[in-house]
């Protein structure tokens, strides 16, 4: 098989996986589970971690 057609199968498979994980993620964002942190005078809630079986399945393909 051709090199370039190798990567570009891999490079489209992990692409569409990052995308469905991605999609999942932002699905489930209602969950109210996280850890949230206000600073300052804004009374905007941020998130910075939120942990799913989609973040689990994101993480595993992204690292």
């Not at 999609?23 to 905007?44: D, V």
Request: proline share 3%.
């Amino acid at each position: 098989m051709n090199p370039r057609r190798k990567f570009l199968k891999t490079t489209a498979k992990a692409g569409a996986i990052t995308a469905v994980a991605g999609i999942a993620i932002s699905a489930c964002s209602s969950n109210k589970s996280s850890t949230k942190i206000t600073r300052g005078k804004s009374k905007k809630e941020e998130v910075l971690y939120q942990k799913s079986p989609y973040w689990e399945a994101y993480y595993k393909v992204a690292h």
